[in-house]
């Protein structure tokens, strides 16, 4: 007989998940209460991206000139809406096709364990019992509210309200300074809204390499918006066209929408963790270990309720790997689950990426690494493009010439890390690289300039 596998959650993790181990002979299940795709698809990176990318359209219009055309632009938020509704319509049809092609039986409902082999769903229909082999939890997470924030819909906002509301913001507040605060910090900006971030640190994006972090400050000023650093918001109010924000250090501040980026919480709740004896951490994560095992062995955890890296593309990799791992395929199956090694990038102008080790934790750490940074001034493909700012950096291992991590910024910086992320991960040299062919002119060539 089939293994029979059940999935809570169809977003990246348990959609991936479900293919696979279908196409590899899984009988599989998989249950679904909201969009198949999940939050990726409907809240997150895509509607997010559709609109830094229109943001973006905005501000390439206000160069034209510079590239000897005469174009304006403004801005149809009507039009904006629809276009993201149509893609998310588009991407969970294609998910949900690919699905059914494979055999996967979905059930629109609520996923609930009810015991360590057995799953409800809970459907308009009423309720469906499940009997598994193996159980995927992959429930994804929600943005975190703190309780001294009543959140409206209607100028008080999560990013969940934000794919854009009715008007473009007078003057959005975003509170918050990771990469989900300085993506819509951008997109805003780009969008025409006045911006203040407020950052609780004295850097936007606390963890990430100064240099890199700096190179966006200095862009987010260059566009007006307003950092009020140090600060921590600890209150909000509005009356019928403004919010009001106290801040710790007694500062105030005022805009006509607040956005709240504060981080997430996992969707662990009434999942009957406790029925089934699976083991869920203080925050409320179910953890796993490198095969996304729980404490039971046959009830997996993926995606942003297992408490890894929160990226679509890690949740994805995690869905693949239980799959290949309830099927028996263990030589395959944690081959490329290192999640230090996964590339990450931010949607700002100018974009930015990037992969493996960090140079100042490196540095701090006392390990000998080998830098070299090349500015993309000096590649002809920026020049030709007319947007020369940002860098490629390599950081690679002096004794072996092993490639062990980089970061870019600048224009395509999510596509150019997957350069470095290949290498990274699979132990390549700097002087492979250096000896690729590359495209001529091509912004790809500043990482073989990096590589040398
Ligand atoms: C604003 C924003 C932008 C982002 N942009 C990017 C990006 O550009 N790139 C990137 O890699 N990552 C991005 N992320 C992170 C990414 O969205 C998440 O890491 C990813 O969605 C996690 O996938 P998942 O499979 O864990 O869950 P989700 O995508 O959250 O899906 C979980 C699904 O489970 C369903 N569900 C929950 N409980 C139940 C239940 N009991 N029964 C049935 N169904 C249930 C939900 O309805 C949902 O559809 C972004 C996040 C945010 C907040």
Known sequence: MAVRLVIIGGGPAGNTAATVAAS?????????????????????????????????????????????????????????????????????????????????????????????????????????????????????????????????????????????????????????????????????????????????????????????????????????????????AISMGRDSDKVFIACDDGRAVDGSHALLCIGSLPNSEGLGCAEAGVDVDEHGYIPGNRHCQTNLPHIYSAGDVSGRLPLSSVAAMQGRKIAEHVMGLTARAHRHLDYDKAAQAIFTDPEIAEVGVAEAEAFAAGRKLRVTKVPFSANPKALINGDTRGFVKILSDPATGVVLGGAIVGRNAAELISVIAVAVTNHLKVVDIVDSLLVHPALAESLADAAS
């Open 24 to 232: 590899i002979g899984a009988d599989v299940t998989m249950i679904e209460r909201d969009i198949v795709g999940g939050a990726a698809h409907l809240w997150d990176c895509i509607p997010s991206k559709a609109m830094v990318a229109t943001g973006n359209e905005l501000t390439e219009l206000a160069l034209a000139k510079t590239m000897g055309l005469e174009a304006s632009g403004r801005l149809d938020v009507h039009a904006l809406r629809e276009r993201i509704s149509g893609m998310e319509a588009k991407l969970s049809g294609g998910v949900t096709s690919l699905l059914e092609s494979q055999g996967v039986r979905l059930i629109r409902g609520t996923g609930r364990l009810t015991g360590a082999y057995t799953v409800a769903a809970d459907t308009d229909e009423g309720t469906i019992d499940l009997e598994a082999d193996a159980i995927l939890l992959s429930t994804g997470s929600r943005p975190r509210v703190p309780d001294w924030v009543a959140v409206d819909g209607e100028r008080i906002l999560t990013t969940r309200q934000a794919y854009p509301p009715p008007e473009i913001p007078d003057h959005l507040v975003v509170i918050g300074s990771g990469v989900t605060g300085v993506e819509f910090t951008h997109m805003f900006s780009a969008l025409g809204a006045k911006v203040t971030l407020i950052v609780s640190r004295q850097q936007v994006l606390p963890y990430k390499d100064p240099e890199v972090a700096a190179t966006l400050e200095d862009e987010f000023l260059r566009r007006g918006v307003k950092l009020l650093k140090g600060a921590r």
